[in-house]
């Protein structure tokens, strides 16, 4: 059944909101100016869970640009082991916006579209490219192949599902396991092009 987010109680506190499982990439700044990388777990037109590569502590800003969602802001409100959750401050009009671009994201997530499905897959001409997990650990990976929204990898090492990767210079997670390596997700939909620039893609016959 798809998720529909209500925002008719918006003047409420936030609590209230509807939270829904989201995966979304992106980056934060703290008030120090220094920006990490993040990930959002679950997310409302009030509030957002992220695990992140720092979390800073509670009351302090942040400001964060979100995939498909755009720039957000708020307050640390609480931390955890693996990040912090945080308020946005945001009109009524753009929490009506927040809760559309949720609900889309949701049920995309809830049906398991598969978008990336339909995306051709190709082979580099140069299929190696390091690797880089989220401690800056770095390995020396074959591609198997490429498609516009992700690679199948082929590597000793195992992240688990969810690890945010960056491939070349590319961001993305894990989603899946096989015999000889893992398949990773972009965090955008590429382009040809960008794909040409970074990993030197073969030639269509």
Known sequence: MAT?????????????????????????????????A???????????????????????????????????????TRTHENGFAMTISA????RDKLAAQLTWL???????????????????????????????SEYRSRIIDLSLSGAAIESDIRPKKGTLVHLGTLR?????????????EFASIQDRQALEAEFSLAQDD
Do not use: W
């Open 4 to 36: 529909a987010l209500n925002p008719a109680s918006l003047g409420s506190e936030r609590r209230n909101f509807q939270r829904v499982r989201v995966t979304i990439y992106g980056r934060y700044m703290l008030e120090d100016r220094t920006e990490h």
């Open 38 to 76: 993040c990930r959002v777990t679950d997310m409302s037109p009030g509030n957002v869970s992220l695990i992140a590569e720092r979390s800073g502590r509670p009351g302090e800003k942040v400001i964060a640009y979100l995939d498909h969602i755009g720039r957000i802001e708020g307050v640390i």
């Open 91 to 94: 009109s009524d009009r753009k």
């Open 106 to 136: 949701a049920n995309k997530h809830e049906l398991d579209l598969p978008e990336d499905r339909r995306h051709e897959r190709v082979a580099p001409r140069n299929p190696y490219c390091m690797l880089r997990l989220p401690d800056g």
């Open 172 to 184: 993305g997670q894990v989603v899946r396991h096989f015999e000889d390596g893992i398949a990773i």
